[in-house]
């Protein structure tokens, strides 16, 4: 079949082409934990094992052996709709310390399974959500219903650790804002002795309530949802520690002017956490006593606009000293006890691990790469090399290091003195390869893809523009890697576009300052840097038509399409805005306060950047797409900004998808939904 006729039904057979990697490893100093779907159009999520004395890769799991995945409780369809997870089967699972004890949720059935042994269903009180293994391996903490329970795994004891008469009180989950914005995805846990657990209550009593109704099918009654928008009252979240013999207290911290519970961990200090203010400028990282509850500050972070939340901060080493980051004007830094210990320039993006005085994390010095470094006591060093993105983890003697490139995605354990061992990637190889061609644009030097048509050659007519950013602060698109995205993109451009990835001010990846340039403005700058980014691909590769340019873009991306036809039409002739913030009033708390503040100090600043504003400015075309099920960015956002545009009298497009959350995963649809575009596009500047 011709490429350009085959790749969309292959994109939405693989997943975008993530069906076959494999993810969520575990590694030890003789084997690898880690799952993987069975190939490339396999949405089936298995659990293996890789041997590092031979190298042979063994299916634990299959989940074909387990049951029906329709079966799943309401508290995991949302916990995988957070997570972005296109899989089904066994998409998490949780260790003892040594990695050979296993237990994992299934259909809400609870599994525990022993290397060397087959997996056994263990009896609960109620369908299983985030099961969390001590580390000593025998018993199991869980969630089911609003209860947090633990099992015993050696008698079958299943004791009530936590439960409310309430039924707007919930124990041992995260609430919306810390899944989908803090980056805390879970809530409870164990210290490392297993004889106690740490666990937050989460009542909704003061969060508003939305309703999702499903139109395609009247039948079904809409599902109600604890939504907290800009401004309006969070959930209250406390922590609690029980010694599961019937005693526990409360972690005490001013939650009044504290109320976001931002990272939490137990270690063989005690438990730490990081808590911060409403209005995000001030994080403490606070130690408590699991006796009496008592909290004290080791350290306190400010900052102006906000204080950025990064992943594995906070963390103590095995002599206590305190792991986090620290920023400057121009770089996050490795901080230890407060003081940096990395170079000026190198930006921290995670910290992976700290284990004795070694601390594993993620950084990078050139935005379109990320690297894998160790500090330690012989100071600082980087473990991954060559253009791309690079993670890991270690044990013991062991490196695990997986490794995205330009060319593909690589995973391979190396020990000293040992041979390679490589955990195979059974992704698909999409029809069209990316021919991408980096720049970097105007003084601010902003990191650009440039995609052609294969057939296109020097000389040739100029070619009609597709810019395609993401361009906000949750993530890079202008990385040297592979993804779905440059292969769509690549697609775009065979079908007679050339197509520019540009990352702007306010993606992460190039210091604190450049970060919180969007600070009480989240649009102005990144719509200016796709300009500057447009007209410098047109200036030094001379194969753009500037006067066909169009825009797409999904969640932030597709606000900056919207905007784009909206606020510079002399630049961008159409737009397509798929699942678009349009009312910055209908996004939640902490991730739309965090650059806009709250709007009642701020109404300006919700007005000015919501896009019901200039909808009497449209002049272009622009397809608003949205998924009706969506409840992160709610259809509200487009069926508003449609609703401004009709009412004055600006012809536009909407295109609903039924029963589609934020991404649509529906192989039918997604696939149909990329040739709409195209189609689109084509009509009005191809």
Same mark, same amino acid.
């Given at each position: *079949?011709?490429?350009?006729?085959?790749?969309?039904?292959?994109?939405?057979?693989?997943?975008?082409?993530?069906?076959?990697?494999?993810?969520?490893?575990?590694?030890?100093?003789?084997?690898?934990?880690?799952?993987?779907?069975?190939?490339?159009?396999?949405?089936? /999520?298995?659990?293996?094992?890789?041997?590092?004395?031979?190298?042979?890769?063994?299916?634990?799991?299959?989940?074909?052996?387990?049951?029906?995945?329709?079966?799943?409780?309401?508290?995991?369809?949302?916990?995988?709709?957070?997570? %972005?997870?296109?899989?089904?089967?066994?998409?998490?699972?949780?260790?003892?310390?040594?990695?050979?004890?296993?237990?994992?949720?299934?259909?809400? !059935?609870?599994?525990?399974?022993?290397?060397?042994?087959?997996?056994?269903?263990?009896?609960?009180?109620?369908?299983?959500?985030?099961?969390?293994?001590?580390?000593?391996?025998?018993?199991?903490?869980?969630?089911?219903?609003?209860?947090?329970?633990?099992?015993?795994?050696?008698?079958?004891?299943?004791?009530?650790?936590?439960?409310?008469?309430?039924?707007?009180?919930?124990?041992?989950?995260?609430? @919306?804002?810390?899944?989908?914005?803090?980056? %805390?995805?879970?809530?409870?846990?164990?210290?490392?002795?297993?004889?106690?657990? =740490?666990?937050?209550?989460?009542?909704?009593?003061?969060?508003?309530?939305?309703?999702? $109704?499903?139109?395609?099918?009247?039948?079904?009654?809409?599902?109600?949802?604890?939504?907290?928008?800009?401004?309006?009252?969070?959930?209250?979240?406390? =922590?609690?520690?029980?010694?599961?013999?019937?005693?526990?207290?409360?972690?005490?911290?001013?939650?009044?002017?504290?109320?976001?519970?931002?990272?939490?961990?137990?270690?063989?200090?005690?438990? =730490?956490?990081?808590?911060?203010?409403?209005?995000?400028?001030?994080?403490? *990282?606070?130690?408590?006593?699991?006796?009496?509850?008592?909290?004290?500050?080791?350290?306190?972070?400010?900052?102006?606009?906000?204080?950025?939340?990064? &992943?594995?901060?906070?963390?103590?080493?095995?002599?206590?000293?305190?792991?986090?980051?620290?920023?400057?004007?121009?770089?996050?830094?490795?901080?230890?006890?407060?003081?940096?210990?990395?170079?000026?320039?190198?930006?921290?993006?995670?910290?992976?691990?700290?284990?004795?005085?070694?601390?594993?994390?993620?950084?990078?010095?050139?935005?379109?790469?990320?690297? =894998?470094?160790?500090?330690?006591?012989?100071?600082?060093?980087?473990?991954? /090399?060559?253009?791309?993105?690079?993670?890991?983890?270690? !044990?013991?003697?062991?490196?695990?290091?997986? /490794?995205?490139?330009?060319?593909?995605?690589?995973?391979?354990?190396?020990?000293?003195?040992?041979?390679?061992?490589?955990?195979?990637?059974?992704?698909?190889?999409?029809?069209?390869?990316?021919?991408?061609?980096?720049?970097?644009?105007?003084?601010?030097?902003?990191?650009?893809?440039?995609?052609?048509?294969?057939? &296109?050659?020097?000389?040739?007519?100029?070619?009609?523009?597709?810019?395609?950013?993401?361009?906000?602060?949750?993530?890079?698109? !202008?990385?040297?890697?592979?993804?779905?995205?440059?292969?769509?993109?690549?697609?775009?451009?065979?079908?007679?576009? #050339?197509?520019?990835?540009?990352?702007?001010?306010?993606?992460?990846?190039?210091?604190?300052?450049?970060?919180?340039?969007?600070?009480?403005?989240?649009?102005?700058?990144?719509?200016?840097?796709?300009?500057?980014?447009?007209?410098?691909? #047109?200036?030094?590769?001379? !194969?753009?038509?500037? /006067?066909?340019?169009? *825009?797409?873009?999904?969640?932030?991306?597709?606000?900056?399409?919207?905007?784009?036809?909206?606020?510079?039409?002399?630049?961008?002739?159409?737009?397509?805005?798929?699942?678009?913030?349009?009312?910055?009033?209908?996004?939640?708390?902490?991730?739309?306060?965090?650059?806009?503040? @709250?709007?009642?100090?701020?109404?300006?600043?919700?007005?000015?950047?919501?896009?019901?504003?200039?909808?009497?400015?449209?002049?272009?075309?622009?397809?608003?797409?949205?998924?009706?099920?969506?409840?992160?960015?709610?259809?509200?956002?487009?069926?508003?900004?449609?609703?401004?545009?009709?009412?004055?009298?600006?012809?536009?497009?909407?295109?609903?998808?039924?029963?589609?959350?934020?991404?649509?995963?529906?192989?039918?649809?997604? $696939?149909?939904?990329?040739?709409?575009?195209?189609?689109?596009?084509?009509?009005?500047?191809?």
């Amino acid at each position: *079949m011709d490429p350009i006729e085959a790749f969309p039904e292959q994109s939405a057979r693989t997943g975008r082409f993530t069906f076959g990697l494999p993810r969520a490893f575990t590694l030890t100093d003789t084997h690898v934990l880690f799952l993987r779907t069975r190939g490339p159009e396999d949405r089936a /999520s298995c659990l293996w094992s890789l041997d590092l004395s031979d190298g042979r890769e063994q299916l634990l799991v299959a989940p074909e052996r387990l049951g029906d995945d329709e079966q799943l409780p309401e508290a995991e369809r949302v916990r995988r709709e957070r997570s %972005r997870e296109r899989t089904s089967g066994v998409v998490a699972y949780s260790t003892d310390r040594a990695a050979r004890q296993i237990v994992f949720a299934a259909q809400g !059935a609870l599994y525990h399974l022993e290397l060397g042994a087959e997996p056994r269903q263990v009896p609960t009180a109620g369908p299983v959500v985030d099961p969390r293994i001590d580390p000593t391996g025998r018993r199991v903490a869980y969630v089911t219903g609003r209860e947090l329970r633990v099992v015993d795994l050696a008698d079958g004891n299943d004791l009530l650790v936590a439960e409310d008469k309430d039924p707007e009180v919930g124990w041992g989950l995260p609430e @919306h804002v810390a899944a989908e914005s803090m980056g %805390r995805t879970r809530g409870h846990w164990w210290p490392p002795d297993g004889t106690r657990l =740490l666990a937050a209550r989460v009542d909704l009593n003061p969060v508003q309530r939305w309703w999702i $109704a499903d139109p395609a099918n009247p039948d079904r009654p809409p599902r109600e949802i604890a939504y907290p928008a800009a401004g309006t009252p969070n959930a209250d979240v406390t =922590l609690h520690a029980f010694d599961l013999a019937g005693r526990s207290v409360e972690v005490r911290w001013d939650r009044t002017t504290y109320e976001y519970l931002a990272a939490v961990r137990w270690d063989a200090h005690g438990p =730490l956490l990081a808590v911060q203010s409403r209005d995000q400028q001030t994080v403490l *990282m606070l130690a408590a006593d699991p006796e009496t509850g008592e909290t004290r500050v080791l350290h306190e972070q400010h900052d102006p606009a906000w204080v950025e939340l990064v &992943h594995g901060s906070p963390a103590r080493t095995e002599s206590g000293r305190l792991v986090h980051t620290e920023d400057d004007a121009e770089t996050r830094h490795l901080a230890l006890d407060g003081v940096p210990v990395t170079p000026d320039g190198l930006q921290v993006r995670s910290i992976l691990d700290v284990s004795g005085e070694a601390v594993l994390f993620e950084a990078n010095d050139e935005p379109t790469e990320c690297h =894998l470094w160790l500090y330690d006591e012989r100071g600082l060093r980087q473990l991954s /090399s060559g253009a791309g993105s690079h993670s890991g983890s270690v !044990a013991a003697n062991a490196l695990l290091l997986t /490794s995205n490139t330009e060319s593909g995605q690589q995973f391979v354990v190396r020990r000293d003195g040992q041979p390679e061992r490589v955990i195979e990637a059974l992704n698909a190889v999409p029809v069209v390869t990316p021919r991408i061609t980096w720049l970097r644009a105007g003084e601010l030097e902003l990191r650009t893809a440039l995609l052609l048509p294969s057939w &296109h050659r020097p000389g040739d007519d100029p070619l009609p523009v597709l810019m395609s950013p993401y361009g906000g602060p949750a993530m890079q698109l !202008a990385r040297r890697t592979s993804s779905g995205a440059f292969a769509t993109a690549q697609w775009f451009a065979e079908s007679g576009f #050339a197509v520019v990835i540009a990352d702007g001010r306010g993606t992460p990846g190039r210091g604190p300052a450049w970060e919180k340039t969007v600070h009480l403005d989240s649009l102005t700058a990144p719509l200016e840097d796709q300009v500057t980014a447009l007209h410098a691909a #047109a200036e030094q590769s001379g !194969a753009l038509d500037l /006067s066909r340019v169009a *825009m797409r873009g999904w969640s932030y991306g597709g606000l900056l399409a919207a905007a784009a036809v909206l606020l510079r039409p002399d630049v961008f002739h159409a737009a397509v805005a798929g699942a678009a913030p349009a009312d910055q009033r209908l996004y939640d708390t902490h991730w739309r306060e965090r650059f806009l503040g @709250h709007p009642d100090e701020h109404p300006d600043v919700y007005d000015r950047l919501s896009l019901t504003t200039y909808a009497a400015d449209l002049r272009r075309p622009l397809l608003l797409v949205h998924g009706l099920a969506d409840d992160n960015v709610l259809v509200a956002h487009t069926l508003r900004l449609s609703a401004a545009l009709l009412a004055a009298g600006r012809p536009h497009q909407v295109l609903p998808l039924p029963a589609a959350t934020h991404m649509p995963t529906d192989q039918t649809t997604a $696939a149909a939904l990329l040739r709409y575009e195209l189609t689109f596009l084509s009509t009005h500047v191809l």
